[in-house]
Structure formats: C-alpha cells, structure tokens
C-alpha cells in the first residue's frame, strides 16, 4: 500500500484545514486508516482512525469535538477535517495505513500500522 498525505498548510488559530491520504496498491480498499501527528522535539501521537468500511471511528482525546475523520471508500481517500484550529495543534501529520478483514475494526497505536505516508506540515499561528 503507497500513501500520499496532502493537504497541509499555515493557518490562523480557529480556522480550518482539510488534510487527505490517498491510499493505492493491493489491498488498499481493505485498509484501516490512522492519522497521527508529530510536533518538534515530542513523540509521534495519535489523531483519529476509521475502518475501511468507514462506520467506526475514534479520536485523540486532544482533538475529540474538533476533528472529523472520513473516507470515499470508492477513491480510496481519507480525510482528516480539522476546524477550530489551535497552536498545539502544530506538527507534522502522517497518515498510516493496515489491511484487515473486518470492515469495522480500528487501531490507535502506531504499531498496528505497517505502512505509513511522508507527513504534511500543520501549522497554525497565534
């Protein structure tokens, strides 16, 4: 499975942003997605995750209320919408990627994904 984030950019405190993660290769369709973020100098954390069938989802408790996780099942894109947007909020976002036969389950640990995209930069000022 190849990923391609996009989406990333500078943004004021309390806007908006909408990252994507376009996933291709064999299996891709049956692939739970994660967004995770990593700002400088602290470990890489996680943001949200959905299944492949798109019906279960879970968040950060950091971004729960303000962030929306989604996916075109069809194209194969997940989508991270962010809104209210906070300086904290700055780092680098991965999207990450695991095939699964349950179209329902969904992971929160970085070690549960085996594939994983190059990041986009948030960045969100004051």
């Known amino acids: 499975v190849q990923l391609q984030a996009s989406g990333g950019g500078l943004v004021q405190a309390g806007g908006s942003l909408r990252l994507a993660c376009a996933a291709s290769?064999?299996?891709?369709?049956?692939?739970?997605m994660g967004w995770f973020r990593q700002a400088p100098g602290q470990e890489r954390e996680f943001v949200a995750t959905?299944?492949?069938?798109?019906?279960?989802?879970y968040y950060g408790d950091s971004v729960k209320g303000r962030f929306t996780v989604s996916r075109d099942t069809g194209k194969n894109i997940a989508y991270l919408q962010m809104n209210n947007l906070k300086p904290e909020d700055t780092a680098v976002y991965y999207c990450?990627?695991?095939?699964?036969?349950?179209?329902?389950?969904?992971?929160?640990?970085?070690?549960?994904?085996?594939?994983w995209g190059q990041g986009t930069l948030v960045t969100v000022s004051s």
């Open positions: 990450a990627a695991r095939f699964d036969r349950e179209d329902t389950h969904i992971y929160s640990r970085e070690r549960s994904y085996n594939y």
């Open positions: 290769g064999r299996q891709s369709n049956r692939s739970v």
């Open positions: 959905i299944s492949w069938g798109g019906t279960s989802t």
